[in-house]
């Protein structure tokens, strides 16, 4: 199984400021990678697919990148609703596994 | 509009058996993979299998073989999660979501686009 390491736990950032959140796996999957959002008492939603390329209806704030094991997601200016928890999610190798998510927290 | 709703929360108590579903709407049921992915209390996403409508293929994570049963009626697109034997450590939220597919640069990327509320299973003496 491929384990998904996300970095940091938790990140305090101050709206309007530049968040960056990692994603490493624990062997290559090429760009089969997914970022997802979870705010509290909602479901996930889907931010990023394929590594890089934003769902239909997010913002242009968010952008992802990286292949093979090493991924990142960026928020360029953070704004209010994007404090939240956020998943990256392998599907190159069954079973899919997320990461254990990042906290973005207001600083 | 494409939508998953999603049954009402459960209290149930340990031992006994439990069939939640997931109700499409809005797309071709038949023609979208549904998984099922577990949120224990304070805790993140675990994926616990995935099924495709149309002929029922079915795949569990590792984890979950044997401990639960997923399954759907295409007849009424909806979808299940079910437990034979329920324990206290399967309290938590149980949300099923739309596996997609998009085509781009010559090769498929795989997501779930849409999500269902999901539902409470709560598991107590």
């Known amino acids: 199984e491929i384990v998904m390491t996300q970095s940091p736990g938790t990140l305090s950032v101050s709206p309007g400021e530049r968040a960056t959140l990692s994603c490493r796996a624990s062997?290559?999957?090429?760009?089969?990678l997914d970022w997802y959002q979870q705010k509290p008492g909602q479901a996930p939603r889907l931010l990023i697919y394929g590594a890089s390329t934003r769902a239909t209806g997010i913002p242009g704030r968010f952008s992802g990148s990286g292949s093979g094991t090493e991924f990142t997601l960026t928020i360029s200016s953070l704004q209010s609703e994007d404090f939240a928890v956020y998943y990256c999610?392998?599907?190159?190798?069954?079973?899919?596994?997320f990461g254990q998510g990042t906290k973005v927290e207001i600083k | 509009e494409v939508q998953l709703v999603q049954s009402g929360a459960e209290v149930k108590k340990p031992g006994e058996s439990l069939k939640i579903s997931c109700k499409a709407s809005g797309y071709i049921f038949t023609n979208s993979w549904i998984a099922w992915v577990r949120q224990m209390p304070g805790k993140g996403l675990e994926w616990m299998g995935i099924?495709?409508?149309?002929?029922?293929?079915?795949r569990y994570s590792p984890s979950f073989q044997g401990q639960v049963t997923i399954s759907a009626d295409k007849s009424i697109n909806t979808a299940y999660l079910q437990w034979s034997t329920l324990k206290a450590s399967d309290t938590a939220i149980y949300y099923c979501?739309?596996?997609?597919?998009?085509?781009?640069?010559?090769?498929?990327?795989?997501?779930?686009?849409?999500w269902g509320k999901g539902t409470t299973v709560t598991v107590s003496s």
């Open positions: 979501a739309k596996w997609s597919a998009a085509y781009s640069s010559g090769w498929y990327s795989y997501f779930l686009d849409v």
């Open positions: 999610q392998q599907y190159d190798n069954w079973p899919w596994t």
């Open positions: 099924i495709y409508p149309d002929d029922s293929d079915t």
């Open positions: 062997q290559s999957i090429s760009s089969k």
